[in-house]
């Protein structure tokens, strides 16, 4: 009796590891047959587009992750899925560990204009082929597909010292507005009211903060039809006010995107410790005193205490989440289903941004490994996207205006920060109203 328990006992613990270590031996073989059957897409792209270092078929590439880390649904057919998915899987740190730069390292603004300088900037007209649909799509969409590879262009109008200038003191708040070369009546308007360039004082003559203004210009486009000469009238201006940026590419909806990129690189090289970048349009009015207060009073809290960290993910704005892609053909912000697939990350609205400098510097480094896409907001988003850092939503944003009855009460812009869209006239008037403080509201 004793005995045959006894037995049953050593059967059993006998029996239970091999079992165990049988199943572990099927899981093992099943899973192996999985991973060798298993083949990564190989998309068929044309190989100057994949950053220096690898190419697709010299087998330098880590394998397909079975699991993805930054959100790599490969979508087949696609465009800008494909190559996010290609670029996403070279520099996935996890995967390829050191031998690529980790996004956080190094701020250097040079190795990338390296990488990307190889690349010869010029139509390629082998990305015709990778949509199946190019010869339907609309002018600027094949235009931005011809071209997307392409992200490095010549600055003909510089502004080297725009941070270091008279006083070397660091920049409080830098407005950077988006402008077209004719706009030449929104610029003068923007200087004279919301873009004054120079420290602005608090109304009590209490604190004072140091602002300075650039205009984002590329060459006008002449796709469109004759231009008169403007140049002379430009070169003027740029020597009068020394605010304009100008860069060697057309200026055009779908090429917005590369105002940001090529500012974030102009930024990282001349004016890396700027607190507050404001980015906007040539068409929106700000209240400048209210949103340096506001900035004033961020900096203040997100620094309090040993907070170093404080402003590295600092971005606010008129947020939009889960916008889709417009998918009607006709209109201008047509993105066809073979370029583009799933829903927008969550963006703050193009009209005005503020982000802190910080993050700027995050954005120029993350930019790099991110895909081109035609519509700069939605690309604002998808690096935001990348870098782990949400947009905050200011109600304060109005880029979709104020109702119409109350646009021309001072008191409506009493909690205003920033609104779309003013013409040069209304600037000057609406900023001559709002000097008087009104005294009921
Ligand atoms: C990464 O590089 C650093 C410095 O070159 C080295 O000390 C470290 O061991 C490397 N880590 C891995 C995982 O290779
Ligand atoms: C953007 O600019 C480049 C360089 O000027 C040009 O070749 C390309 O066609 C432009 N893209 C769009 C969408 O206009
Ligand atoms: C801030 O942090 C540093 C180290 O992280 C520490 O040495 C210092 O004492 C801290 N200061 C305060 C005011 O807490």
């Known amino acids: ?48 587009f994949i950053a220096t270092g690898a190419s697709a078929n010299s087998g330098a590439l880590a394998s397909h992750p079975v699991r993805p880390f ?28 050191n031998s690529t730069r980790s996004t956080s390292q190094s701020l250097d603004a040079d190795q990338p204009q390296e990488m990307i300088k190889s ?84 109304g009590g003559g209490g604190r004072g903060w140091l602002v300075r203004t650039v205009f984002l210009l590329a060459r006008q486009d002449t796709e469109t039809g004759p231009h008169p000469d403007l140049n002379a009238l430009l070169k003027l201006e740029s020597s009068t006010h020394k605010d304009i940026l100008l860069w060697d590419f057309k200026d055009s909806f779908f090429n917005l995107t590369l105002k940001d990129v ?67 053909p006709n209109t201008k912000y047509y993105i066809p289903e073979s370029f583009y697939k799933g829903t927008y990350p969550t963006y703050p609205g193009g009209g005005g941004v503020v982000y802190s400098g910080a993050l700027a510097m995050r954005l120029q480094e993350v930019s790099r490994w991110v895909s081109l896409f035609p519509i700069d907001d939605v690309f604002l988003g998808m690096c935001l996207h990348r870098l782990g850092v949400p947009p905050t939503h200011h109600s304060g944003f109005l880029t979709f205006d104020l109702p119409e009855d109350v646009r021309d009460k001072p008191c409506a812009y009493h909690n205003v920060l920033l609104v779309h869209r003013r013409t040069p006239k209304e600037m000057l008037t609406l900023w001559k109203e709002l000097q008087v403080p009104p005294h009921e509201c």
Not at 86 to 96: A, G, Q, S, T, V
Not at 165 to 175: A, W
Not at 285 to 305: H, N, P
């Open 1 to 48: 009796m004793a005995r045959s328990r006894c037995n049953g006992k050593l059967l059993c613990l006998c029996l239970l590891p091999c079992v165990m270590v049988s199943h572990l031996l099927v899981y093992i073989m099943v899973s192996v047959f999985v991973a060798v059957s298993y083949s990564p897409p190989v998309p068929q792209l044309p190989l100057h």
């Open 70 to 97: 930054w959100n790599l649904r490969l979508e087949d057919g696609a465009l800008w899925n494909r190559l996010q998915h290609i670029w996403d899987r070279e520099h996935n740190p996890i995967l390829r560990g």
């Open 119 to 202: 690349h010869a900037c010029e139509q390629d007209k082998a990305w015709a082929s990778h949509l199946p649909d190019f010869n339907t799509l609309p002018n600027q969409m094949k235009d931005f597909v011809l071209s997307m590879h392409c992200r490095h262009y010549a600055i003909l109008v510089d502004q080297p010292d725009l941070c270091a200038g008279q006083d070397s003191e660091t920049p409080f708040l830098l407005m950077a507005i988006k402008s077209q070369i004719g706009n030449f009546e929104n610029r003068q308007a923007i200087r004279e009211t919301w873009g004054k360039s120079g420290p602005i004082q608090e």
């Open 262 to 328: 090529l500012f974030w690189n102009w930024l990282s090289k001349h004016c890396p410790q700027v607190h507050f970048i404001f980015k906007g349009d040539d068409d929106v009015f700000v209240r400048t005193k209210a949103l340096l207060d506001y900035l004033d009073q961020i900096r203040v809290e997100k620094t309090r205490g040993n907070k170093t960290k404080g402003l590295v993910d600092f971005v606010v704005g008129d947020v939009i989440a889960n916008a889709w892609p417009n998918r009607q």
